[in-house]
């Protein structure tokens, strides 16, 4: 990937990736590891660190809860869930992003 | 050791990596430093697993996990996005500014001391007359009286050219010592330091980030 290609990419994960984290929360909890890895597999993030920040962010401000799980000898993992807040929180974006990604998809699509 | 067992050191790569991951983050306030650097280093053990003397595996996961700029960039981002307050501080913050304002009454308790009449001379002429002058610092003592006098000019400006994390400290550090030697000058010269003292502990009390 280019430079050009990945500034575009950085500008466009920047207003959306919390929502994909949110919106992949909503399948069930998961632990940090689990969502860093799902999310790079699908090329959302730029660094697999880049989910802490966000997984902080979002908990401190009631989109997420946190619980301990240390049913695995010797490790506790921290597990994350999404609240009402961060479900109402995907629902208004995807309200917004679904018309959006249409008209963009279809403004930029190469005329045959 | 089983394979679910915790890696109790890091490999020096990994640490070297939450180091500088530290070291980036130095703007933040200090819970959400520790959200992230707990995070990462949970990432970082569970991809070693019980692999943590695999140099391959430690380069495998540091290298997917970003560089410690792009995790901090992030963190200073969402940091600003909660909050709405600049994660990148500028020079120029409020207790920087009431330090600058030290050094001002420093300058002038300094030119006071010197230059103020600190003493008076008593000549007595032939014919009896005595001539009594007010003498200043400067006057009535050699030179070398300036080389402690530069002490606090020098404790003043340490706080200004101390960056990023070493800022409070200094800062701390040079309080106390100009506390010490305003209560010794006071015995000597007078409180002319006490203004700046005062400033001084009022602006190393104070939170490092002002709002935007």
Partial sequence: MTSSEERTLANLRKGTLEFCLLALLRNGEAYGWDIARTMSELGLLAGEGTVYPLLSRLRQSGQVTTRWDESDVGRARKYYAITDVGRESVRRFTTVWEPFSASVSSIVKEKP | MNTTDRVTVLPGLAQFYLRRLRGNLWALPQRDQREVIAGIEAHI????????????????????????????????????????RTAHPKYLTVPRGLQIGVLALVVAATLAALLLPAGISDTQLDSGDHIIVATTLLQSNSPIVLIPMTIPLLLAIMPLIARKRGWRAVSIASTALLGVFAVVASATLGWFYLPALLLAVVAVSLPWRGRV
């Fill in chain 2, 45 to 84: 053990r569970e991809g070693l697993g019980a692999a943590s003397d695999d140099p391959d595996r430690t380069d495998d996961v540091l290298g997917s996990l970003g560089t410690p700029e792009e995790v901090a960039q992030q963190a200073l981002d969402d940091y600003e996005e909660r909050t709405g």
